[in-house]
């Protein structure tokens, strides 16, 4: 995704991005003023779906909008 698809997914209340990994995070929509202007090659900081808090390992990480893609809606969320 380029900044700007990042930017208008959460000006539209979305907050679950898909890394290249596979793996799901979740990014705070206060974070957005960051991509502007676009192409500025800024990072966000997303924090992986699946953390578990009493496990050791990282609790958040550096994404680079170019390496992500919008979720599926949670399906713990919205049930089908």
Do not use: C
């Not at 539209?12 to 991509?35: C, H, M, N, T």
């Not at 990072?43 to 599926?72: F, H, Q, T």
């Amino acid at each position: 995704m380029t900044d700007e698809d990042v930017f208008n997914a959460m000006e539209k209340g979305k907050d679950r991005f898909q890394a290249v990994s596979g793996r799901i995070y979740r990014l705070d929509p206060a974070q957005r003023e960051v991509l502007k202007p676009f192409g500025s090659g800024a990072l966000l900081i997303g924090y992986p779906e699946d953390a578990n808090p009493r496990k050791k390992g990282r609790k958040w990480v550096w994404l680079a909008p170019k390496n992500l893609s919008l979720a599926e809606p949670d399906p713990k969320r919205h049930p089908r």
